[in-house]
């Protein structure tokens, strides 16, 4: 048994008021079922002099489902006796269609006295409430009362029927009126032949029949909602605000795919930011917005404005989607076909193609429209024109590390292609045993000078002083020469980058001459690429152009580059005509070395793909055919 503990408004106090005026009370109600149900269990608890009440109801598992109870249960109470008495029961009840009594509490087993409390179980004998059956709790030692209150509960449930029918009555009513209201904005707009007053007058009906301070329409175009009509406004710019927020707003109901209530209801789900910008910027305002769906896709949508005092009620909201049901084939034909010629011409040459595709002959259709479509592309498609060319890399600068003097080569620290760093790494030394020595003769030289100087100017000879103080000068330079020779022993490039020239480690202890070059360094930034054009190519190639170049060392690695500069005359390379083109390399890798080959593209612009594929062909058969 599940017992529903949630609280509904309770009925309208019965004190003061007479049975007949609680049945009319209870017939004029028109809340929720459950909310009915509650009500008319203390209408009968008040007839029957109940203590308390319930309606149950037998599922399809032969379980029992409590649908109200009267009064109501706190949330965290467990269900009276009574109540779990009754569900037991329930299956019985139902099958023997009878009234049963039965006691909650048997005679008393010292003092024999008889049941005080009672169960009276009935069964519903409606359409909508079968397997139901109402249980009442009665308090009463008297066997006249108890009978008294069966009689007044079985007159009583022919409310219910009488409720249902009222209910049913309603509905349909209601049914009837959305159906008529419908009917009257369709009838209207099938009167228009033209998109724009259809559009117009079906924008003005609905702002007509729900009291809506502006009802617009706006249609599909593209990605986008194009507002095409506003109730009471025959002209109106897209430039406009107003216009904009409101091709917002539809758009918001677009991508979702939903209608979108302002304000919405707690539980809503969607996403309404433009049409509360809506409402606060020209109201407050009551927004609701509709998607006209057309073939379960959305072709239109529907906003309504109203003040908002007047929110728009669940049997609006269902009125108003009937209305947009129907009229939207109606507005979407009058869209489609009273367009611009040259639209309409378009769409109908759009759906005779559709029907000239059709499901006969499939195959040898699909292969005609797929090669008319690849020569359609080859005469008029374009794409990059790539001329190539095989190219060579080669260095645009290089470092030359010279002898600095006369001698004879100690050591060698590189090799040719290793990298070195400027001003850090040591590429050779020279012997410098001989320059030391020299260096010492020239220091006690140097000496001795000074001392002559010391003792003329001590006899005062004046002149001697100064000879031999001009004699040490010069041992002193001479000093300074050797001191600076023994400093460039040691030579070290003063930039970095590969050593390309320098193989000595088999030379060491050659005499060396100054200036004789020892080592050349290229920097790898200062590389650049030679491409070589044949003459049927060169014609298109100009400086400026941007293309790419892969080694064969890495041809998975394209190179970035730019044409420089162009030779204008041809040398002959492998026995062939070439131009020779410079190209300046906007990137560079560390693997990157000095004669370096592989095949190079220019891009020259875009050209007819035809043209591109029979060139060369092109060009043999002219010179063939040439007179």
Known sequence: MTVDHSKNNQFQSSDNKTAAELIEQLEKFDGSPGQFLTNLLAVHCFMAQANGGAILHINQKRGVDVLAIYPQLEKAASAPEWLVQSAKAANKVMSS?????????????????????????????????????????????????????????????????????????????????????????????????KFTSASMVFCNEVASQWLCERVSVGFLHGRYVQLKAMSHTEDFSRKMKLVQDIESAMEECLDQDIEILRPASDDATYINRA????????????????????????????????????AFSHDEIETIRLTCELCTARLNNLYEYNRWIGVTIATRIRNFIAEFLGPKHTWAKLLTILGFAALLFLVFGKGQFRPKAPFVLEATHQQVVPAPFNG??????????????????????LDTAELKLQLAAAKAEEAGYLKQTSAAMRDNETAQAQIAQANADKAQAQIDLLNYQIGQANLISPI????????????????????????????????????????????????????KLATASYPSQPINFIVERINPMAEV???????????????????????????????????RYIWIWTRKITNWIRMKLWL
């Not at 809506?278 to 407050?284: F, N, V």
Request: glycine share 6%; charged share 25%.
């Open 97 to 193: 269609d009878t009234v049963a009594v039965e006691p909650l509490d048997g005679p008393n087993q010292f003092y024999s006295q008889p049941a005080k409390r009672y169960v009276m179980m009935l069964p519903f004998k409606t359409v909508d409430m079968s397997q139901t059956v109402a249980a009442f709790l009665i308090e009463t030692t008297d066997k006249a009362d108890l009978e008294k209150s069966r009689q007044r509960l079985e007159l009583s449930t022919k409310l219910l029927s009488n409720s249902e029918m009222r209910l049913s009555q309603q509905t349909q009513e209601g049914d009837l009126k959305r159906l008529r209201q419908a009917m009257e904005i369709l009838s209207a707009l099938n009167q228009q032949d």
């Open 275 to 310: 049409a509360d910008e809506l409402s606060k910027r020209y109201g407050p305002l009551t927004i609701l917005s509709l998607p006209l769906r057309r073939n379960g896709e959305v072709i239109a949508v529907l906003t309504l404005e109203r003040h908002i005092d007047k």
């Open 408 to 429: 004879y080569l100690k050591s060698v620290e590189v090799e040719i292609g290793e990298k070195v760093e400027g001003n850090n790494s040591t590429l050779a030394t």
């Open 496 to 547: 970095g980058g590969i050593v390309v020239k320098g193989d000595l480690k088999h030379q060491i202890g050659v005499p060396v001459k100054a200036g004789d070059v020892l080592f050349e360094v290229c920097p790898l930034e200062f590389l650049r690429a030679q491409l070589m054009f044949s003459e049927d190519l060169i014609f298109y190639i100009q400086v400026g152009q941007k293309g």
């Open 573 to 607: 390379v492998n026995q062939r005509n070439v131009f020779k083109v410079r190209v300046r390399l906007l990137e560079t890798y560390p693997w990157m070395r000095p004669g370096m080959e592989g095949v190079a593209k220019v891009s020259v612009g875009k050209r």
